[in-house]
T-cell receptor, first 113, second 113 residues
Framework: QKEVEQDPGPLSVPEGAIVSLNCTYSNSAFQYFMWYRQYSRKGPELLMYTYSSGNKEDGRFTAQVDKSSKYISLFIRDSQPSDSATYLC?????????????FGKGTKLTVNP | DTGVSQDPRHKITKRGQNVTFRCDPISEHNRLYWYRQTLGQGPEFLTYFQNEAQLEKSRLLSDRFSAERPKGSFSTLEIQRTEQGDSAMYLC???????????FGEGSRLTVL
């Protein structure tokens, strides 16, 4: 079993739809959870960052972490064509001195106008 | 532009040749990371530096790969005797803390013929 599992999609939605992206993980040591957005042939850019369980909202984006279920989500409201990208979940646990950020495979999202 | 910069952006080489990639991190960041990403996959951790010290290396980093960060500033990633399986995007990221907030460059795409 991989440490981080993410459905690669692809996911295609109409403009204005609510998008839900999810990851599950197996390592209970993970403490910090991130979502990165990656446009084609570009490097990933940090979109959302949360520590431990709970919700965080930033504009149209909401990140949720449920450590008891080892499950994280990213919601995009009122999706726009410019949101079309690959979304990568990532997480890190600092036990044992490792600072390795572990990524999911990424979910490719297309928002159709 | 004060982001992470990588050079070259694209390298095409023949099998067996050596290649070197350079990364210039954000100037105030003391942590520098190298990741490798292949098509349809998330970034995979290769190695990271804190200042000039290489603190962690992945098992993916075979003895043909070497990374340096002299003086704790820019970093180089060298691949010796390239193989077709080395074809990938090599991503560099920097961070000012240990909690996973990485800032990525645009990547260096390697094609081994």
């Amino acid at each position: 079993q991989k440490e981080v599992e993410q459905d690669p999609g692809p996911l295609s939605v109409p403009e204005g739809a609510i998008v839900s992206l999810n990851c599950t993980y197996s390592n209970s040591a993970f403490q910090y959870f991130m979502w990165y957005r990656q446009y084609s042939r570009k490097g990933p850019e940090l979109l959302m960052y949360t520590y431990s369980s709970g919700n965080k909202e930033d504009g149209r984006f909401t990140a949720q972490v449920d450590k008891s279920s080892k499950y994280i989500s990213l919601f995009i409201r009122d999706s726009q064509p410019s949101d079309s990208a690959t979304y990568l979940c990532a997480m890190i646990g600092l036990q044992g001195g490792s600072e390795k950020l572990v990524f999911g495979k990424g979910t490719k999202l297309t928002v159709n106008p | 532009d004060t982001g992470v910069s990588q050079d070259p952006r694209h390298k095409i080489t023949k099998r067996g040749q050596n290649v070197t990639f350079r990364c210039d991190p954000i100037s105030e960041h003391n942590r520098l990371y190298w990741y490798r990403q292949t098509l349809g996959q998330g970034p995979e951790f290769l190695t990271y530096f804190q200042n000039e010290a290489q603190l962690e290396k992945s098992r993916l980093l075979s003895d043909r790969f070497s990374a340096e960060r002299p003086k704790g500033s820019f970093s180089t990633l060298e691949i010796q005797r390239t193989e077709q399986g080395d074809s990938a995007m090599y991503l560099c990221a920097s961070s000012g803390n240990e909690t996973g907030e990485l800032f990525f460059g645009e990547g260096s795409r390697l094609t081994v013929l």
